[in-house]
């Protein structure tokens, strides 16, 4: 039964990606999951608690892809990283699904929102550390400071409501380079820019 119910909320995680949230009912779940609206109600009782789950267990892999990561990349290819899973969301994500959550579920709306900001300071902070371990970015570099700033724009740069990018600039991984370009010429010692312009010339190659 957890099998099945894992399978629900992956397979509805990925028609929010596509359609949003509000123009998925249950009646589309259960024939675009070939399943009975009654083994449906069954695992979840209406469509408030099947967004809940889905939303958890999004966070969840997403907490636990997180941790898997660092294993054996640099602090560069981190944020490479980083960017690909940007990337490839972006290519998933419907348009209007924050904009589903805000509107509908604000709660979740603001758990995501809050889970967003802590996980990318942590790991802004993470990868600083690291970076200046291994010789990538100054020393003198005020780790949470620059996360803390990090935070900030990442949270106005990439929300169109604030009125700075617009929603197109925002879903185009383009925005998210010249930031990045940005952040990196502030922080990178001479060895670290020269393995970052490597890097990026790399995946520009691969596009």
Not at 29 to 43: D, M, P, R
Request: hydrophobic share 35%.
């Amino acid at each position: 039964m957890e099998d099945k119910k894992q399978y629900i909320l992956e397979e509805v995680g990925k028609m929010y990606m596509r359609h949003g949230i509000r123009s998925v009912t249950m009646d589309d779940v259960a024939a675009e999951l070939g399943v009975s609206k009654k083994t449906l109600y069954q695992n979840f009782k209406d469509k408030a608690e099947l967004v809940s789950q889905v939303v958890e267990s999004f966070l969840s892999k997403d907490e636990q892809c997180h941790c898997h990561e660092n294993d054996s990349l640099n602090a560069i290819d981190r944020v490479f990283w980083m960017r690909e899973h940007l990337n490839n969301l972006l290519k998933l994500a419907h348009n209007n699904l924050e904009y589903d959550l805000k509107k509908s579920y604000p709660k979740l709306y603001k758990k995501i929102s809050e889970y967003k900001k802590e996980r990318f300071y942590e790991d802004s902070f993470s990868v600083i550390e690291q970076g200046k371990q291994e010789g990538f970015f100054r020393a003198e570099v005020d780790s949470d400071f620059v996360s803390r700033l990090s935070v900030g724009r990442f949270l106005l740069v990439f929300n169109p409501d604030y009125g700075l990018f617009t929603q197109d600039e925002v879903r185009n991984i383009s925005l998210f380079d010249q930031v990045m370009d940005y952040h990196f010429h502030g922080i990178c010692t001479d060895e670290g820019l020269k393995y970052y312009k490597k890097q990026l010339n790399k995946v520009q190659n691969e596009n």
